[in-house]
């Protein structure tokens, strides 16, 4: 690593001495007792289910879990409503609103630029190029002195594809702020997540998410790991119960069954290559671009009168058409193998009274 990446000069400085919130069970860790710390409700709850004591703040017993699943030590891990928690406290963490400014690379995922949108910080765009690969010399070019965060989605959310590792180790090693790698589709590519090269940059957060493969997308638990001192600050400005306990209890219970999840994501692929095929076989598409996810980005002679046909059959697919580099798009997920073919079938209809050969 040739530069000088330094958390603390990253970091909004307020931030660095703030004091947290300190909840009833931060000072107690221990388990029986009687709590009369929290102004709980100690009879009970009104549901089947008891849900009157507060959630672990720290999720200990996930974060064990994950440890097993993805190598990595519990002190690296940040659980958060969502990934969309992760990127929102990684944002307001180190950029000031009004000077402070991150880069994001079009087409991508939507929520970088919302989340610095909403706390007023400055985005820098740089595009992926025509075959949706960073380009490396725009996006160093776009750095500024008071940038913070280089957000990078891969696989990408619109296009499907992984970047380049090349192109990310370059803007690694030569960016003294955070590299945020978003590998919310990580399960889906054979590629290995740089979740495994953590110690090797201090500035890299990776973000993954169990709203996908995993199926558990109204869990809302979002997966981020960063280095033991971004994890402790990220801890600090988080709300203290930001994961309920019926979505740690359900989430514990799920991650016994890491085979079903694997089991499903294999049946996701063999119907992505199938719908694939049948999309081809469709005069109306133009071209589908390779995907490493669980969606097709395909472009067709008309998205628009596809996207309004496909409204009126009661299928839903998500219109990119107007989206930089993605002109004449539509993103659509891989769904069941009945769902696929009535979208097949539909298209079909569409067609026969649309094209006239
Ligand atoms: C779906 C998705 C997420 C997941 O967000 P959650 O808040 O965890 O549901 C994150 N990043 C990208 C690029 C996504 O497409």
């Not at 004091?19 to 409700?41: C, K, Q």
């Not at 950029?95 to 929520?111: A, F, K, L, N």
């Not at 973000?207 to 001192?229: D, H, I, P, Y």
Request: glycine share 4%.
């Amino acid at each position: 690593m040739n530069n000088t990446f330094d958390l603390k000069k990253i970091l909004r400085p307020h931030i660095l001495t703030l004091a947290p919130y300190s909840s009833a069970r931060d000072e107690y860790t221990g388990h029986v007792g009687i709590f009369l710390d929290a102004n709980e409700n100690p009879y009970g709850s009104v549901t089947e289910a008891d849900y009157n004591r507060y959630p672990d703040p720290y999720q200990a017993e996930i974060k064990q879990k994950i440890t097993v699943i993805k190598q990595v030590s519990a002190d690296r891990i940040f659980l958060g409503n969502g990934s969309d928690e992760p990127i929102d406290l990684l944002t307001r963490a180190t950029c000031s609103p009004g000077t402070d400014h991150v880069i994001i690379m079009p087409p991508t995922y939507g929520m970088y630029e919302v989340s610095a949108s909403i706390h007023d910080v400055r985005i820098d765009k740089a595009s992926l190029t025509t075959d949706y690969q960073i380009d490396v010399d725009a996006v160093l070019n776009a750095v500024k002195d008071n940038t913070k965060i280089i957000w990078i989605c891969s696989p990408n959310n619109p296009t499907g594809n992984n970047m380049q590792d090349s192109a990310i180790e370059t803007i690694l090693n030569s960016f003294n702020g955070l590299v945020v790698v978003d590998e919310a589709y990580i399960d889906f590519t054979d590629k290995p997540s740089w979740v495994s090269r953590l110690d090797e940059f201090p500035n890299l957060v990776v973000l993954q998410t169990f709203s996908k493969a995993w199926g558990l997308a109204g869990l809302r638990v979002g997966m981020c790991f960063a280095s033991v001192e971004l994890v402790r600050i990220l801890n600090k400005i988080k709300p203290p119960y930001n994961i309920s306990l019926p979505a740690q209890q359900a989430l514990l219970a799920g991650l016994e069954h890491i085979t079903a999840k694997d089991n499903m994501v294999a049946d996701i692929l063999q119907e992505r290559a199938s719908l694939e095929t049948s999309l081809l076989d469709l005069p109306i598409v133009v071209k589908i671009h390779p995907s490493d996810a669980n969606f097709l980005l395909v472009q067709f002679e008309d998205a628009k009168a596809v996207m309004d046909y496909l409204i009126n059959e009661t299928i839903i697919v998500r219109d990119r058409s107007r989206v930089h580099l993605c002109e004449g798009c539509l993103r659509i997920t891989v769904g069941t193998n009945k769902e696929n073919e009535v979208l097949i079938d539909s298209l079909k209809k569409y067609q026969q009274k649309n094209v006239t050969v």
